[in-house]
């Protein structure tokens, strides 16, 4: 979310209190190890013969590849090489991109749920505030936690805050 900080700037000359905003994304990693892996139980092979321009040789072998993927519904089809070997090569690197791209898919999907609304960087859309002059507090909105001991809380302790937000969240989902 986004936190709003409130103090005397060193640089300005004037010793006006300015206001700064920084937002503040905590996502967990999800695995990067997208590593396709077909298990020859989820998938069916077919062979057929391959049509097209290709002289005597495209009605004689069944040469095209067709793969089914049964977890997914994913059908690849090859027939652009001369051998079935060479097209079933070509097939499973097909089906594998597409279930690379599917689980990438998946993934960027948990991420955008887990985010949930991204707010503009700007006055009224903070989620806390650190006023550390003229009094020092730290102010989660949401939850109307405070905390004056700003020092603590730059140091990390957080503890109170977090525990406020689970209550929060909590009975705003109904729970």
Partial sequence: GVHRLVR???FNANGKRQTSFVSCD??????EDLDVEVRPEDIRIDTYRSSG???QHINKTSSAIRITHFPTGIVVTCQNERSQF???DKAMQM????????????NAEKLSDIR???KDINF???IRSYVMQPYTLVKDHR?????GNIQAVMDGDIDYFISEYLKWISLKSGR
């Fill in 143 to 147: 939850t109307n936690a405070e905390n």
């Fill in 8 to 10: 005397i700037s060193p």
């Fill in 116 to 118: 949930g609304d991204v």
């Fill in 26 to 31: 905590v996502m967990p990693d999800i695995e």
């Fill in 95 to 106: 089906l594998k991109a597409k279930l690379y791209m599917l689980k990438q898919q998946e």
């Fill in 124 to 126: 009224g859309n903070q």
């Fill in 86 to 88: 060479q097209n079933k």
């Fill in 53 to 55: 321009a290709g002289g």
